[in-house]
């Protein structure tokens, strides 16, 4: 079906930038500072909050925490030196008298503070040491018989330099301006709109820059009005319409077909001393079909800490082999890429198998040798870090790359690596992630990718007990250390610094390392940071391996990738400091033998709120999607996805929590998809305006 509509004669997102007029360069650089870089801009840089100005309160009502607005006369001001230089005026009205005090302030606003001078005052009350006082109210001069405002006050999202009442006069002017064109026309169709009982564009932006007098204030700060639903809705829209596009592009360009019977995957399967579990089996076969389809895979292989991701990633590199391809595995550590590429070296020597192994701690010589071969042809898979990347690293017949923990890279590196195949083709991509998304980012910020995951752990993992310990019991933690590596077993004690930081107090595994090998002189301690050269750092490793060193001090280099089976135990140094996918990932590590283990989070008081609850999470959570959950709802998408926002500009009014929108987003994208184009592009110029690129990583 095709969409049908009135084109807007004029539209402000057609402008090309810088689309403001009668604007200094000053304001103009103070307006890029928060992203308003057209005229268009302005009309959707929306409220944070709103002030309710419409009313006067008299003194004695004032509420304490409360803002309200008074109408007051000075009766004194005066500049006081204790305990600091500070500016208070003394006000009244007829029922009461209220303290102003500026804690900085300039010579026009003790001016303006006159005895004598009327003013309107907007600001929070609080108790004073002389009564109610307000710190850095918003004042103005009262004129007689001044009208109240009929609407609630705006407040927008602002920089330094650049004041509210400037930021309201350039969005009302935009907003007019934009009106009076006609440019914020619908883009929806009308059928759609009425369809999803969504109220029109421009009323509900009119309605969320002025609220009529009637208005629900509750409504607007919830967010829960139709105007802001509305908003948030064509939001999304854009968001699904842009990763959809993305992923219908890819899946028009040519691939590798990696479509060969598959002779090395039977023989690594018959070899292994494991059954593949359901889930994985599920996988493979996803996976194995977006390599058999002529248009490139682009696809998330998502799983808990030790679900079998890297048996996954060995099948799919050997089909590429079968097939006469290669294949690159990309980790974001040394440590991590140093433990595929032992891994994968393990299993497919055996079937003749040659595994290159490229990373930036490599000397020339072998790096160049590997490089050579690659290179020709003469070895098919390679692993490696970052250098897999670097110039001089050139591919014969490259069918396929792997890239783990992909929101640790950045999306110019995943395009990068993705980029050295052929010109004519399109590689095969697969992305590995141990920190599980929620479902509602993949919905979202992952709708351009197919995403496969695997939900069940394999036979024989042993639950990890976690508990919460303060560090004024830090004897009994190393009591309990000292009591597993008796018994013949292994302990990780990982701390968030390397080096004496002043300001956080924290301890450090330097210091850590010191006082375990005093407190512990029958074991043997190893230490290893990022800041080890990488031969120190895998001797270290290997040496814990092999049961030479029983406890191992680490930073977080050892997150992902440590497999050590007779490690039972895990001791996290201020656990308070450390995000929830990092605890649930360390936690990880042990777990992985039939021994019984254990996770102690050491933290220290006080405790914030936050931290508090990130504890409490990891403490009564082992289901890493759980976890993500509410770690997504605890911090908000902007940190969580990491890299993958450096492709995708960040949603500023949709709540993520809200499934039943973002469900209505994806259907009405696809929709539109298969309808109007130009409607489509609208839509997408309008709230993306041309930031929708990258989405090819």
Known sequence: M?????TPSSSLADRPPPAFSGIGAAVAEKLGRLGLRREADLVYHLPLRYEDETRLTPIRDALPGVSAQFEVEVIACDVAYRPRRQLI????????????????FYPSQQKALATGARLRVFGEVRGGFFGAEIIHPRFHAAGDDEPLPEGLTPVYPTTAGLGQATLRKLIDRALDRAEAEGAIGDTLPESLRCRLGLPELAASIRTLHHPPPDISLEQLETRGHPAWRRVAFDELLAQQLSLRRAHALRRACGAPLLA???????????????????????????????????????????????????????????????????????????ILAEQHYRKLTQWLTP???????????????????????????????????????????????????????????????????????????????????????????????????????????????????????????????????????????????????????????????????????????????????GRLKPDEKAAVMAAFVANEVQVLVA?????????????????????????????????????????????????????????????????????????????????????????????LPMLRYADLEDTALIEQARSAAEELLRGDEAVVQRHLERWLGGRGELLNA
Not at 2 to 6: D, L, N
Not at 89 to 104: E, H, Y
Not at 294 to 311: A, F, N, Y
């Open 2 to 6: 095709r969409w049908s509509r009135r």
């Open 89 to 104: 005026a003394k006000v009244r009205d007829d029922s009461g008298l209220l303290v102003l005090r500026f804690l900085n």
């Open 260 to 334: 060969a019977p598959g002779k090395l995957t039977e023989s690594l399967l018959a070899q292994l001393p494991f059954r593949l579990t359901a889930a994985q089996q599920r996988v493979w076969k996803e996976i194995a079909a977006d390599l058999a389809a002529p248009h490139p895979m682009q696809r998330l292989l998502q799983g808990d800490v030790g679900s079998g991701k890297t048996v996954i990633a060995a099948l799919a590199m050997l089909r590429a082999v079968d097939s006469g391809y290669q294949a690159a595995l990309m980790a974001p550590t040394e």
């Open 351 to 529: 079937l003749g198998v040659e595994v290159a192994w490229l990373s930036g701690s490599q000397k020339k010589r072998e790096r160049a040798t590997w490089q050579e071969k690659v290179g020709a042809g003469a070895t098919a898979l390679v692993v490696g870090t970052h250098a897999l990347i670097e110039d001089g690293v050139a591919f014969a017949r490259l069918g396929l790359t792997i890239v783990d923990e992909q929101h640790r890279f950045g999306v110019r590196q995943r395009l990068a690596l993705k980029n050295k195949g052929a010109t004519d083709t399109v590689v095969h991509q697969l992305t590995m992630s141990a920190t599980p998304i929620p479902r509602t980012l993949a919905m979202s910020y992952y709708a351009d990718l197919d995403v496969s995951v695997i939900d069940e752990l394999p036979p024989g993992r042993t639950p990890v007990l976690t508990k919460l310990v303060s560090d004024a019991r830090r004897d009994e933690v190393v009591a309990r250390v000292r009591d597993a590596c008796g018994q013949g077993r292994q302990a990780y004690w990982v701390c968030p610094l390397i080096e004496e930081s002043e300001a956080l107090q924290l301890k450090t595994a330097q210091e850590t390392f010191e006082h375990l090998t005093a407190e512990l002189p029958e074991l043997r301690i190893g230490l290893v940071h």
């Open 555 to 647: 930073t977080t280099v050892i997150e992902v990738g440590v497999d050590v089976p007779n490690a039972t135990l895990m001791v996290i140094e201020h656990a308070e400091r450390f995000g929830l996918a990092q605890l649930h990932q360390l936690r990880g590590r042990v777990g992985r033998g039939s021994f019984d283990s254990a996770c102690i989070l050491l933290y220290a008081r006080p405790l914030g709120e936050t931290a508090r609850a990130r504890l409490r999470i990891i403490f009564e959570n082992s289901d890493g999607f759980e976890i993500s959950r509410q770690d997504l709802h605890l911090r908000g998408p902007g940190e969580f996805i990491g890299a993958r926002q450096s492709g």
